[in-house]
T-cell receptor, first 118, second 109 residues
Framework: DAGVIQSPRHEVTEMGQEVTLRCKPI?????LFWYRQTMMRGLELLIY????????DSGMPEDRFSAKMPNASFSTLKIQPSEPRDSAVYFC????????????????FGPGTRLTVL | GIQVEQSPPDLILQEGANSTLRCNFS?????LQWFHQNPWGQLINLFY???GTKQNGRLSATTVATERYSLLYISSSQTTDSGVYFC???????????FGPGTRLSVLP
């Protein structure tokens, strides 16, 4: 398996521009997670999906952030408009969710997208 | 929400030394994972260990869920073990996933 795939690996943009980050989970996994890593706040969960449905987006910092999962093999995280404080590494992870109310299985992380907003 | 603490925050070792990293959490958890973030930023799975003990080569981990802690043991450390070690937990309630602040390990040749 190719693992979790993220693109682009690096993104440099100017303040006010729209940014779209992409993620392909591991085939067969039915849960997908978006995280953000910064020096100040460490690794934070932004949003996660089960079977393509958003379950909890309480970690999304502002309305400027949105995430979608149109099918089991693709998700996007969009920032519009972007601001310098959005500069961070954004990770996508996937896992296999077994039972309603049960624990998640092991999460596997993609290589991350390093976003710089000037 | 659940709080996750890791200690020590920083650790410097000579190659060949052993070390123990600790993760404390403030509430019951459904699962716990240990990760190694290498100097290139990759998050590498080490253990999925909600309870009990597991071993993988020079690394082993123990989680005592009833006492709300987990330990990661690194034996005969190598320079390639350098990086940041994170524990991450899923709480029992809202399926919230929380990472600890990490332990930064530097192994010197």
């Amino acid at each position: 398996d190719a693992g979790v795939i993220q693109s682009p690996r690096h993104e440099v943009t100017e303040m006010g521009q729209e940014v779209t980050l992409r993620c392909k989970p591991i085939s067969g996994h039915n849960s997908l997670f978006w995280y953000r890593q910064t020096m100040m706040r460490g690794l934070e969960l932004l949003i996660y999906f089960n079977n393509n449905v958003p379950i909890d987006d309480s970690g999304m910092p502002e309305d400027r952030f949105s995430a979608k999962m149109p099918n089991a093999s693709f998700s996007t995280l969009k920032i519009q408009p972007s601001e310098p404080r959005d500069s961070a590494v954004y990770f996508c992870a996937s896992s296999l969710y077994r039972l309603a109310g049960g624990p998640y299985n092991e999460q596997f992380f993609g290589p991350g997208t390093r976003l710089t907003v000037l | 929400g659940i709080q996750v603490e890791q200690s020590p925050p920083d650790l410097i070792l000579q190659e060949g030394a052993n070390s123990t990293l600790r993760c404390n959490f403030s509430d019951s958890v459904n699962n716990l994972q240990w990760f190694h973030q290498n100097p290139w930023g990759q998050l590498i799975n080490l253990f999925y260990i909600p309870s009990g003990t597991k071993q993988n080569g020079r690394l082993s981990a123990t989680t005592v869920a009833t006492e709300r802690y987990s330990l990661l043991y690194i034996s005969s450390s190598q320079t390639t073990d350098s990086g940041v070690y994170f524990c991450a937990v899923e709480d029992n309630y809202g399926q919230n996933f929380v990472f600890g602040p990490g332990t930064r390990l530097s192994v010197l040749p």
